[in-house]
């Protein structure tokens, strides 16, 4: 059973930034991709980038280029989201997804929620 | 507006079958493969299927996917009222080059 375990609950002002942890087992770090995935109150899942681990190469969809970077710690097996400037937009539930071969996402984190309030 | 485009909402009653689809395009459909999610409320989203029709451990056989051109299914049978949730659909899309969901279909069962 592959546990991702996020860090937990912030509340930013508008402006800031944030940081979330994704933390895992070696066995389940290695040889797979690590993805962020957003769900705002009462809408679906938005596909934010990953990071394939080892090699620092990441992908982000086209929306979150300017205000998000993915990383992943290799030696704490971890991986990173960060997202700046901060608006009441970004108010969501945050989920980590470990990434497979053919791209679908066989693990979750429980999620961290992130609260933009002035 | 998602690059899959899925049925907002769906209504059955215990028993019943039903099928929830997924539209795309060659982009991303068409020439990947298309994966499954049931998100319970509250709760993470659950891979429900991969690789277009395949069940990971533990899914029980009412589930099961297909994928013809550029659009994918997900059929359930046999309806529960555990089975009353939000599903996603995902893939890769090569022009985006990232990953993308469905809009969702949140499924009522009556």
């Known amino acids: 059973q592959v546990q991702l375990v996020q860090s937990g609950a912030e509340v930013k002002r508008p402006g800031s930034s944030v940081r979330v942890s994704c933390k895992t087992s070696r066995d389940a770090f290695t040889r797979h991709t690590f993805h962020w995935v957003r769900q705002a109150p009462g809408r679906g899942l938005e596909y934010m980038g990953g990071v394939v681990p080892g090699y620092g190469k990441t992908s982000y969809a086209q929306k979150f280029q300017d205000t998000v970077t993915i990383t992943a710690d290799d030696s704490a097996t971890t991986a990173y989201l960060e997202v700046k400037w901060l608006t009441s937009d970004d108010t969501a539930m945050y989920y980590c997804a470990r990434g497979t071969y053919s791209n679908y996402f066989d693990s979750w984190g429980q999620g961290t929620l992130v609260t933009v309030s002035s | 507006q998602s690059v899959l485009t899925q049925p907002p909402s769906l209504s059955a009653t215990p028993g019943q079958n039903v099928t929830i689809s997924c539209s795309g395009s060659s982009s991303n459909i068409g020439n990947h493969y298309v994966s499954w999610y049931q998100q319970l409320p509250g709760t993470p989203p659950k891979l429900l299927i991969y690789d277009n029709h395949e069940r990971p451990s533990g899914i029980p056989d009412r589930f099961s996917g297909s994928k013809s051109g550029t659009s994918a299914t997900l059929d359930i049978t046999g309806l529960r009222t555990g089975d009353e949730a939000d599903y996603y659909c995902?893939?890769?899309?090569?022009?985006?080059?990232?990953?993308?969901f469905g809009g969702g279909t949140k499924l009522t069962v009556l």
């Open positions: 995902a893939t890769f899309d090569s022009s985006l080059s990232v990953g993308v």
